[in-house]
């Protein structure tokens, strides 16, 4: 049974950080692409970032570029997203989603697995 776990959420204030994590089970993980997806209140989910698995490269929505970073670890069968400079407008569920295609996808129908989700609040 594959499971994808996240972890890490919470309030924060602009400015601030937080650590998301989520950790799989069931699956290679290591031949998988995973990938972090967000879901405001009222709007469709959206790409976040994402890591391949053949040579870590790393792609990252232009709203998080430079203040989200998204790494993995493949003893761990975990993938992370540092958030940096957190703002009101990150206020969203972040889902994982793992991808067991080659090329790195960006739309929410590429992804076979996903997680239950983790709730961010960032207060202004």
């Known amino acids: 049974q594959v499971q994808l776990v996240e972890s890490g959420g919470g309030l924060v204030q602009a400015g601030g950080s937080l650590r998301l994590s989520c950790a799989v089970s069931g699956l290679p993980f290591s031949i998988y692409v995973m990938g972090w997806f967000r879901q405001a209140p009222g709007k469709e989910r959206e790409f976040v970032a994402a890591i391949s698995w053949s040579d870590d490269s790393t792609y990252y929505a232009d709203s998080v570029k430079g203040r989200f970073t998204i790494s993995r670890d493949n003893a761990k069968k975990t993938v992370y997203l540092q958030m940096n400079s957190l703002k009101p407008e990150d206020t969203a569920v972040y889902y994982c989603?793992?991808?067991?295609?080659?090329?790195?996808?960006?739309?929410?129908?590429?992804?076979?697995?996903w997680g239950q989700g983790t709730q961010v609040t960032v207060s202004s």
């Open positions: 989603a793992a991808d067991r295609g080659v090329v790195v996808h960006f739309t929410t129908h590429e992804y076979d697995f």
